[in-house]
């Protein structure tokens, strides 16, 4: 394999930092880069360029406004944009919903929803998860049942992702119960404004509001809402995992916290002397830099197999599980750089035009946060328990 990137590819690596230099806004830029707060208005600005540009939609048919990036195009996009503070984009509308009404849904669903993910109108959330159903899905029991033109549902999800500025929910539901769990789930496109649903916030270590739970009580939806056929929701369900699973591993982000760690370990001073200098603190930012590195070629290797042809099989769930041990180490390492000032948290520090005064700098305000949030890494999106299964059955045939 050629590590090596071809003259195209960097030819595009030019027109992606060409184009972030004219039109990533500074004020976002300098909040993902400080791990500030930002705005549901800051991801729809930066959408609206991104779909200006033609490249919101990287993995779409350029029939429905999407370009067929290569991936390694989405591998030279996702280390130059994470190197710049580029937004982190909300999957649940463009990379998970979309690709499953693309593949599976009626024209009708695609003349509907497509332009509005495009054009930012529509703000999709995930409702998989219930508090009896996370790891073990096809367990999940709320309920849909059809009543003329229309299904009933009743029942409740879990840690629903930023649903709280979601118009729109995509849900697994139960319509048959006579059956294997697994045959018996059919997928729903619901309207957050139908009466009968509510969205409370759950509050997690960092303070932040970010997750949710959401009850439906006798919501009515129209039958035109289902995708596909009823009871074969589970396929569709699966074939937007691989979507959600794709790209966890996080390398183009792990690479800027490393670079963000090495910063903050020079101005720390431990003894006189920068911390980064310190013996033991230097070998285990070596430690993680060398995995990070490995998983940099693994993804490379996967990609390679990709671009061949292949289907990124178990190797992008032991992808997931290093990539987010290694993003938690260095949050970790970042966290231990501040030593005690990781301890009081104020979370008014992490507002972009926060005025007060900072208790440690403003460069360590996020750490601790940081620390607390990235713990769901390796819970969300097929827990790391969970992939660790699939590696051993898959490649080492346990
Ligand atoms: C921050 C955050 C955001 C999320 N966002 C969304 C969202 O937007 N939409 C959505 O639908 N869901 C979302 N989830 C839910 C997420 O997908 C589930 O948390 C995840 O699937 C694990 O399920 P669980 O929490 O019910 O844990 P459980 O399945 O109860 O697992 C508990 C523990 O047991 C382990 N375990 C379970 N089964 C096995 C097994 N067979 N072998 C070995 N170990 C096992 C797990 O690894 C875990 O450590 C989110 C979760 C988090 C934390």
Redesign the pocket.
């Known amino acids: 394999m050629n590590m090596n990137y071809t003259a195209e590819e960097l030819a595009f690596r030019d027109e992606v930092r060409a184009f972030l230099d004219e039109k990533l806004p500074a004020d976002i830029s300098a909040k993902v880069k400080g791990a500030r707060h930002l705005s549901k208005e800051d991801h729809q600005r930066w959408q609206k360029i991104l779909t200006a540009q033609g490249w919101y939609a990287t993995h779409w048919p350029e029939q429905y406004g999407g370009v067929e990036w290569s991936p390694i195009q989405k591998h030279i996009w996702d280390e130059e944009s994470c190197h710049y503070g580029v937004p982190r984009s909300i999957p649940?509308g463009v990379n998970m919903v979309a690709p499953v009404i693309i593949q599976f849904g009626n024209e009708e669903q695609k003349q509907t929803y497509l332009p509005r993910i495009l054009s930012g109108e529509d703000w999709w959330?995930?409702?998989?998860?219930?508090?009896?159903?996370?790891?073990?899905?096809a367990s999940l029991k709320t309920r849909a049942v059809r009543e003329g033109d229309h299904y009933i549902v009743n029942g409740q999800?879990?840690?629903?992702?930023?649903?709280q500025h979601a118009n729109m929910i995509f849900c697994?539901v139960r319509t048959n119960t006579e059956v294997k769990p697994q045959a018996g789930i059919s997928f729903l496109l619901i309207d957050m404004n139908t009466p009968g649903i509510s969205v409370r916030p759950i509050i997690?270590l960092d303070g932040e509001h970010?997750?949710n739970e959401v009850f439906f009580e006798d919501v009515k939806v129209p039958v035109e809402n289902l995708i596909g056929e009823e009871d074969k929701g589970w396929t569709y369900a699966k074939f937007l995992l691989t979507y959600e699973r794709t790209g966890l591993a996080g390398i183009g982000m792990s690479k800027a916290a490393l670079s963000h760690l090495k910063t903050l370990a020079s101005r720390r001073l431990k003894n006189g002397r920068p911390l980064i200098e310190d013996t033991a603190f230097s070998q285990r930012i070596a430690k993680v830099e060398i995995d990070l590195t490995a998983a940099t070629i693994s993804n490379l290797r996967i990609i390679d197999a990709v671009e061949g042809g292949g289907m990124p099989g178990a190797e992008s769930s032991m992808l997931k599980v290093k990539g987010t041990e290694i993003r938690q180490a260095i949050n970790d390492l970042a966290r231990r750089a501040i030593g005690p000032y990781a301890i009081p948290f104020v979370e008014e520090e992490l507002d972009y035009d926060y005025e007060g005064e900072f208790l440690s700098d403003e460069n360590a305000a996020p750490l601790s946060a940081q620390y607390f949030?990235n713990?769901?890494l390796?819970?969300?999106?097929?827990?790391?328990?969970?992939q660790?299964?699939i590696v051993s059955k898959m490649i080492l045939g346990l």
């Open positions: 649940f959330c995930q409702g998989y998860s219930e508090p009896g159903a996370g790891s073990d899905l999800k879990t840690w629903t992702t930023l649903g697994l997690t970010e997750v949030n713990r769901k390796s819970i969300f999106g097929g827990s790391n328990e969970i660790k299964n």
